[in-house]
Structure formats: structure tokens, C-alpha cells
């Protein structure tokens, strides 16, 4: 089975500067071009801080990763920021590895993810 049958991306947008792409499923390289122009998508619409809640991802792949550290790239030329929700120990333990939690701030809960944002990125 195909990831791209168990996943679900949406985009929201809080306020002008802050959006939350909520992620669901499988992340892998099926379905990561929706996660990267859902991304793109926040990013057009004049978002500096983004929140990737991926409270109910159960994987991801490196294609996935490609596509976090573009969105940190391109948030950080318009001088924001970018932080993922994440509780699964697996996928915390990968951006540990990678060293990616230090790239973006990996938090447990959206509050917590709000709360880092508003810390890295001037108002």
C-alpha cells in the first residue's frame, strides 16, 4: 500500500504571519510533493512563521526532510521561523540524528511550537 492512501495535509492560517501545516499519515516520497506545495502555498501567502504539526505522522522518509529544510531556508530569508510538532519518538530520534532539531525547534504540543516561534522571530 501506497503511503499516499494513508495521508492527509491541510493548511491554516491563525493570523497573516502564522501558518500550521497539519500533516497526517505517511510522509514519504509519494506524498511529500503535497506537503511541499502546501508549504509553498503558506509561504506565498506571506507566512514567516510555520508551524508543521505532525502529531499523527507515523513516518517519514528522507524526501520529507528535503522538504523541512527547504521550508527553513526559505522562512529564514524573510527572517522567520520554522518549528515541528512531533510526539513520536521515532521520527523525534531521526531529527535528533540528523541533528535537524537543532535546524528548527521540535516541540511536543502546538502551544509549545507557538511559544519558540514567537521566541526565534521578531514580531
Do not use: W
Not at 503558506?42 to 526532510?65: E, K, N, P, Q, W
Amino acid at each position: 500500500m501506497q503511503g499516499s492512501l494513508r495521508f492527509r495535509c491541510e493548511l491554516e492560517k491563525p493570523s497573516d504571519a502564522l501558518a500550521v501545516l497539519v500533516l497526517e499519515g505517511d510522509v514519504d516520497i509519494y506524498t511529500a510533493p503535497e506537503f511541499k506545495e502546501t508549504l509553498e502555498r503558506a509561504l506565498a501567502g506571506g507566512a514567516s512563521r510555520i508551524i508543521v504539526d505532525m502529531a499523527r505522522v507515523s513516518f517519514i522518509d528522507s524526501t520529507t526532510l528535503g522538504v523541512l529544510v527547504s521550508g527553513v531556508r526559505q522562512v529564514g530569508e524573510r527572517g522567520g521561523a520554522l518549528a515541528v510538532v512531533c510526539s513520536n519518538e521515532n521520527i523525534t530520534r531521526l531529527f535528533e540524528i540528523t541533528g535537524l532539531d537543532h535546524t528548527f525547534a521540535v516541540c511536543a504540543t502546538r502551544e509549545e511550537a507557538i511559544r519558540s516561534l514567537t521566541e526565534q522571530a521578531p514580531a
